[in-house]
């Protein structure tokens, strides 16, 4: 089945704001540190969230979805906690970790994988930040890839390569009409690093599996689940959840050791990896609502699984 546009949509929306609006927010934050960039991204959030309007009812539907409190002010302070965690990976890139605290609970699979020489994929979401988790690992000495599609976020990713030389250089990116990029992602494991993937939003080709989230069924890509089974590599859940004013928690728990999909079953097989990746991500979203980062209908009528 071919893609439709609101599959794309997310994936070629131009980002909100100018390259001008972003080097005056880090500019701020040269001068003022962190917490007068946070004072004036409070203000670019507040205008967002008044004339976002999709954005904002998407916020609020998740918000009603999780039991919170779903009016503006909701909506705003879930925007807002979006836009602080983007401002924070330009410290992250930097290596500036000191800047925060950070609480990691289940790294002891990550130690062991690395004590066993293995590679691994890191399964996440747009559920607070990934760059975290990417700048704990490379403190203590895993090398992480993220496998992800960027052509979404070229202003502020090209930005970023500006502040943190090993940005691009940790990066494999999926080009949908070349498979080649496996071989990347093969070789990396091989290396015995790790593979970071976000698997919560449907891309260009994806084939897709549906799950109960939330209270209703929504569409989940089985590209990552496929390329562990094909890779024969374990995978684990991992998650950077935010707290204010400078927390942030990581989570890393295993989701199998290895995936199987067995000939005759293979559809079925996707469908359970995928629901209970779901129902983990459900999980972390009740823990930390207000870090859930998909501004768009989420929930909209999923098709048959492709």
């Known amino acids: ?15 909100k704001g100018t390259v001008l609006g ?20 409070r203000v670019i959030v507040f205008y967002y969230a008044i004339f976002a309007g999709p954005a904002r009812r998407a916020a609020q539907d998740f918000l009603r979805r999780v039991g919170r409190p779903a009016g503006f002010w909701g909506a705003y302070r879930n ?33 062991r994988l690395r004590a066993d020489g293995r590679g691994a994929i ?4 747009h559920l607070g930040s990934f760059e975290v988790m990417r700048a704990l ?14 052509h979404n976020a070229r202003m502020i990713n090209s930005f970023l390569a500006t502040v943190g030389a090993d940005f691009r250089g940790r990066v494999i990116e999926i080009d949908p009409k070349d498979t080649s990029y496996i071989f990347a992602v093969q070789a990396a494991i091989e290396r015995g690093e790790l593979v970071a993937i976000l698997g919560d939003r449907v891309g260009v080709n994806d084939k897709t599996a549906t799950a109960e989230f939330l209270g209703a069924r929504a569409r989940f890509p089985t590209g990552p689940y496929t390329l562990a ?19 942030y928690d990581l989570y890393c728990e295993p ?38 980062f998909n501004f768009y209908d989420f929930w909209r009528a999923p098709e048959e699984p492709r």
């Open 229 to 247: 089974a094909l890779l024969r590599c374990p995978v684990f859940l991992t998650f950077g959840l935010y707290r204010a004013p400078n927390r």
């Open 137 to 150: 690992s490379k403190d203590r000495e895993f090398v992480v890839n993220i496998l992800a599609y960027f």
């Open 79 to 111: 925007i807002y906690n979006f836009a602080v965690c983007a401002l924070d990976r330009v410290f992250l890139v930097r290596g500036e970790t000191r800047r925060f605290e950070l609480h990691a609970h289940g790294q002891e699979h990550l130690e």
């Open 22 to 41: 972003v080097r005056a927010v880090l500019v701020v934050c040269r001068v003022f540190g962190r917490r007068g960039a946070g004072l004036l991204l």
């Open 1 to 15: 089945m071919a893609e439709t546009a609101d599959d794309r949509a997310w994936m070629v929306r131009r980002e």
């Open 255 to 292: 989701l199998g050791e290895h995936l199987e999909l067995p000939r005759g079953a293979r559809e079925a097989a996707l469908a359970a990896h995928v629901q209970r990746y779901a129902d983990r991500l459900e999980h972390y979203c009740r823990l930390a609502p207000d870090n859930w």
């Open 122 to 125: 890191l399964l996440g979401a």
